[in-house]
């Protein structure tokens, strides 16, 4: 059976502008070459890249954040996440930053479960989603926060709860829902020790150890 699997390619330029930028993100669009050798125009969002962390505690269950989500004008059940804030940032040195600034939280346990692009049709943005374990509380004085996040609500859900508000389609955070189901399917596969080291390579968004 032919091994399944991503692979790198990238399509013939013959333009490309960026319309829009932003604080953090921006706009590009590329006229690109076609395999009949048309040309046709692709608008996408620019993006750094992010980290998410599903904290499991020795209860088993997931650290969870509720935050105002606007471009969806809902209140989202999510992973503490964040942005790659620097090019070339060890992710799993954003990971652990999120995790302290969103829920004062340390591990001592990291891995990888899953690499995603959150929606390659229209967005180059690149997630790494943790597992982290052997949860304790932070040391030193909690992170101001400001904007959405001084909203945020924080919780400790059974991973069973969130399966199951996941296939009811309660739940539609994206990091949450593929952290979740990567967990369930690793743990009925070869086990959570088997999973990628934390600074396995990430071809997506490169990175120095």
């Not at 399509?11 to 590009?28: H, L, M, Q, Y």
């Not at 996440?81 to 620097?86: F, Q, T, Y």
């Not at 340390?106 to 982290?132: M, N, Q, S």
């Not at 539609?172 to 979740?180: A, D, F, T, Y």
């Amino acid at each position: 059976m032919a091994t399944i699997k991503d692979t790198a390619e990238e399509w013939e330029i013959r333009a490309s502008e960026t319309p829009f930028v932003g604080n953090k993100t921006s706009v590009r669009t590329d006229d690109v070459v076609m395999p009949d050798g048309s040309v046709a125009r692709r608008d996408y969002q620019v993006h750094p890249g992010s980290v998410a962390v599903l904290a499991l505690d020795a209860q088993d269950r997931v650290l969870v954040i509720r935050q105002y989500r606007h471009p969806v004008r809902q209140k989202l059940w999510e992973i503490p996440a964040g942005l790659l804030d620097v090019p070339g940032e060890n992710p799993l040195h954003a990971a652990q930053r999120e995790l302290y600034e969103e829920a004062h939280v340390k591990a001592e346990d990291w891995r990888v479960l899953a690499d995603v692009y959150t929606t390659p049709g229209g967005c180059d943005e690149a997630v790494r989603i943790f597992l982290a374990r052997d949860l304790s509380e932070a040391d030193g004085q909690r992170f101001e926060v400001e904007d959405e996040e001084a909203d945020m609500e924080l919780a400790r859900v059974p991973v069973a709860d969130l399966v199951r508000g996941v296939l009811a389609g309660d739940l539609h955070n994206n990091c949450l829902v593929v952290g979740v189901l990567s967990l369930v399917a690793a743990r009925t596969g070869e086990g959570l020790d088997a999973l990628r080291p934390a600074e396995a390579p990430w071809p997506a968004r490169p990175f120095q150890a």
